[in-house]
């Protein structure tokens, strides 16, 4: 998931590519629209969780919602070629994270790096795992459109119930995270 948005997002030209041998599905379409609906400030649902079954395309969508999100102009395209509104002006920053990666910061850690941020949560990695609260997420995200994508978390919780923290696990910290 990282890898691919970094690629296509680098170059406009491989984003437009992706779109050009992909089709938009039914679900896909659902989720452009009501997180496009979102990042425009307009829409109520703030998480939305794709459960297909195994293969059935949930980093393939997110690729698609995170490549339109940064990239105004290919996403007007895209969306009115597929007849749906387009409500949000501008451009997102998009966090991508996949549980196939342990960083060594923790996932939350992770997604401070990737805003740019890693020393506003340095102090929930640096001397072992803490967790932030709600006020330190919302001071980290502040106003700005932000696309946060969590792809292939179960084998990272399998990994991370299995390391002891305190009373608890890493797998205790990151949900409270």
Same mark, same amino acid.
């Given at each position: 998931?990282?890898?691919?948005?970094?690629?296509?997002?680098?170059?406009?030209?491989?984003?437009?590519?992706?779109?050009?041998?992909?089709?938009?599905?039914?679900?896909?379409? !659902?989720?452009?629209?009501?997180?496009?609906?979102?990042?425009? +400030?307009? +829409?109520?649902?703030?998480?939305?969780?794709?459960?297909?079954?195994?293969?059935?395309?949930?980093?393939?969508?997110?690729?698609? !919602?995170? !490549?339109?999100?940064?990239?105004?102009?290919?996403?007007?395209?895209?969306?009115?070629?597929?007849?749906?509104?387009?409500?949000?002006? +501008?451009?997102?920053?998009?966090?991508?994270?996949?549980?196939?990666?342990?960083?060594?910061?923790?996932? %939350?850690?992770?997604?401070?790096?990737? !805003?740019?941020?890693?020393?506003?949560?340095?102090?929930? %990695?640096?001397?072992?795992?803490?967790?932030?609260?709600?006020?330190? %997420?919302?001071?980290?995200?502040?106003?700005? *459109?932000?696309?946060?994508?969590?792809?292939?978390? *179960?084998?990272?919780?399998?990994?991370?119930?299995?390391?002891?923290?305190? +009373?608890?696990?890493?797998?205790?910290?990151?949900?409270?995270?």
């Amino acid at each position: 998931l990282i890898d691919a948005l970094t690629a296509a997002a680098s170059s406009s030209d491989a984003a437009a590519v992706f779109f050009k041998t992909n089709q938009i599905t039914g679900g896909m379409r !659902l989720l452009l629209e009501l997180g496009f609906r979102r990042l425009a +400030g307009k +829409g109520e649902q703030p998480s939305f969780v794709l459960s297909q079954a195994m293969g059935g395309g949930k980093t393939h969508v997110m690729i698609a !919602l995170g !490549l339109l999100a940064q990239l105004p102009t290919l996403r007007r395209r895209i969306l009115a070629e597929a007849g749906l509104p387009d409500e949000f002006d +501008g451009a997102a920053r998009v966090v991508a994270i996949t549980g196939r990666r342990n960083p060594a910061h923790y996932i %939350w850690g992770e997604v401070a790096a990737q !805003l740019k941020k890693p020393e506003a949560f340095r102090r929930f %990695w640096a001397e072992g795992p803490r967790a932030p609260d709600e006020s330190d %997420w919302k001071e980290l995200l502040g106003t700005e *459109p932000t696309l946060i994508m969590l792809d292939e978390l *179960p084998g990272w919780f399998d990994y991370a119930v299995a390391q002891p923290v305190g +009373g608890g696990t890493l797998a205790n910290v990151a949900r409270y995270a």
